[in-house]
């Protein structure tokens, strides 16, 4: 007579809201995965996407309030006829720092874990105290330990992220690539493309366009991938660039894959370069590399702000890199 199966504990967990970010919690879902929790996580419209070669049930988080409560209420239902002591222990985990995300999980009775900020430790069934002077990748990674008990001190992140990318997506990304006669290894992929301000500065590196040129102008295959409302930049400001439109986020880790080598400014894209394994050149400006960086050993950053690296400096860093990968 074989064992009853004992279902594994359940853990809600409210996602970042941005791309970079939720590759930067990539260890801390994993580390939650590995000891031994059933993640179900919410996140926007593109997580699943992002995160289809994972295993993880990735919900989309609708736009209302009142719509965001009952899904919670919902996953909090399903898991206790599932896992009937789900709602008497600490059950979710809040990422975003956001006062909305903590008062969501306790409108829905779910018993949250996450750091005290905005005002919202009321609101959950643990405030951690905030750690937000390192790396925001440690930021996630301390959360997970404090809520498995875990000491972040001798328990420390990996070296590097690594996100999986699905056999379909992937699959979309190669027959892309060779319509574009775009060979696997001998391709760039630029991002110069940044949402939103970093402390009111913007992140975009001003000579990316010239950057471009220099780059297509040596006989180097130069794509991006841009998003619906980066289009018009890519094509009006790097017209020697192979633009991909419509690439999806799960074909876009693939076609990341693939590349030589990847040069991004703050964007999420450049964090989702390095999980995949490319080299990243990282250029920055206001951002502040120590807590917004890529992670890996793989990733290049230039940074002299207050005045942005040179054209010149960060097409020495490319080749350098590129003859590497050729050897």
């Known amino acids: 007579m074989s064992a009853l199966r004992v279902p594994a504990p359940a853990l809600v967990v409210r996602l970042p809201n941005y791309i970079g970010d939720v590759v930067l919690g ?10 031994g929790l059933e993640l179900e996580l919410v996140g926007r419209r593109w997580a699943p996407a992002l995160l289809a070669g994972e295993s993880w049930r990735v919900h989309v988080q609708p736009a209302r309030l009142r719509e965001r409560v009952a899904q919670l209420r919902g996953l909090r239902r399903d898991a206790i006829e599932r896992d009937p002591g789900f709602g008497l222990r600490e059950n979710a985990i809040v990422l975003p720092n956001s006062f909305s995300s903590a008062a969501e ?55 590097s992220i690594t996100l999986l990318t699905s056999a379909a997506d992937q699959a979309r990304a190669d027959v892309l690539l060779a319509r574009e006669r775009l060979t696997p290894g001998r391709f ?3 991002a110069p493309f940044a949402g939103g301000m970093f402390e009111k500065q913007d992140k975009r590196w001003p000579d990316f366009a010239q950057f471009t040129r220099v780059l297509c102008a040596r006989g180097i295959d130069v794509v991006a991938c841009p998003g619906p409302d980066e289009v018009a930049i890519a094509r009006e400001q790097h017209s020697g660039v192979r633009t991909l439109e419509g690439v999806g986020l799960g074909p876009y880790s693939g076609v990341l894959r693939r ?6 400014n703050d964007t999420g894209p450049a964090h989702l370069a390095t999980a995949v394994g490319v080299p990243v050149i990282s250029v920055l400006g206001p951002t502040k590399p120590e807590q917004w960086a890529p992670w890996g050993p793989n990733v290049t950053v ?15 860093r490319s080749e350098a890199l590129l003859r590497g990968s050729e050897s």
């Open 26 to 35: 990539l260890p801390a879902l994993q580390l939650l995965r590995a000891h």
């Open 105 to 159: 999980m306790r409108l829905a009775g779910l018993r949250a874990v996450a750091y005290a900020w905005d005002g919202r430790s009321w609101l959950l069934a643990r405030a951690e105290p905030p750690n937000f002077g390192g790396h925001a990748l440690t930021t996630f990674w301390s959360l997970a330990c404090n809520y498995l008990g875990l000491d972040a001190r001798t328990h420390p992140p990996p070296a």
């Open 188 to 190: 760039v992929v630029v």
């Open 259 to 264: 590349a030589a080598l990847m040069i991004g």
């Open 302 to 316: 230039i940074r002299h702000w207050p005045r942005w690296p040179r054209v010149d400096e960060v097409l020495a």
